[in-house]
């Protein structure tokens, strides 16, 4: 167990729709990083932060917004979704950035 | 700009052989590497990491890596699988500073045969 919780395991939403994704880092972790994992393009990072800020954005589409509130949980919100956008989706934590810690993922399926 | 390539997209191996998967980056500076497991269902495990100093790094399940800056590898080897091995791997490249991201090779399928 990596102590990084993700909800909820499974979302099926449909096309237009908008969900938000939570995400628990490890106890005493200030980052938090949003990935997205597809067939065709891998493990992709989409966005960081650091203590309630954004850090660093990665190939995140404008549909696409986080926020990591004061308890330091995280929300990635996906809106206008696609077939497209059905991904499995990490999150992952750290103290100091290079060492991450995944959570189990939120697959989404976009029907 | 910081990339990984994995050259092999699935690997089979027979239960016992040896294990060799193939990691290669692009960066500027000393890297810090990592490599990941992932298994069906499942979130990524770090197996183990490269920061500094010597360049042969033991991780965990028997795992080991060796880090060579003039071939730009980071090769992942195991003398012996076992077929609870079988699962996705994946190289990562980091920049070293507190607050960046790794970024992930497409990963190597590998499958254990009896």
């Known amino acids: 167990d990596s102590g990084v919780t993700q909800t909820p395991k499974h979302l099926i939403t449909a096309t237009g729709q908008r969900v938000t994704l939570r995400c628990s880092p490890r106890?005493?972790?200030?980052?938090v990083y949003w990935y997205q994992q597809s067939l065709d393009q891998g493990l992709q990072f989409l966005i960081q932060y650091y203590n309630g800020e954004e850090r660093a954005k990665g190939n995140i589409l404008e549909r696409f917004s986080a926020q990591q509130f004061p308890d330091l949980h995280s929300e990635l919100n996906l809106s206008s979704l696609e077939l497209g956008d059905s991904a499995l989706y990490f999150c992952?934590?750290?103290?100091?950035?290079?060492?991450?810690?995944f959570g189990n993922g939120t697959r989404l399926t976009v029907t | 700009a910081q990339s990984v390539t994995q050259p092999d997209i699935h690997i089979t191996v027979s239960e016992g052989a040896s294990l060799e998967l193939r990691c290669n980056y692009s960066y500027g500076a000393t890297p810090y590497l990592f490599w990941y497991v992932q298994s069906p269902g499942q979130g990524l495990q770090l197996l183990l990491k490269?920061?500094?100093?010597?360049?042969l790094v033991q991780g965990i399940k028997g795992f080991e890596a060796e880090f060579k800056r003039s071939q730009s590898s980071f090769n992942l080897r195991k003398p012996s699988v076992h077929w609870s091995d079988a699962a996705e791997y994946f190289c990562?490249?980091?920049?070293?500073?507190?607050?960046?991201?790794?970024?992930f090779g497409k990963g190597t399928t590998l499958s254990v045969s009896s």
């Open positions: 990562a490249v980091g920049a070293g500073q507190a607050g960046t991201a790794l970024i």
């Open positions: 992952a934590s750290s103290v100091r950035g290079e060492l991450l810690h």
């Open positions: 490269y920061f500094s100093g010597d360049t």
């Open positions: 106890s005493g972790d200030l980052s």
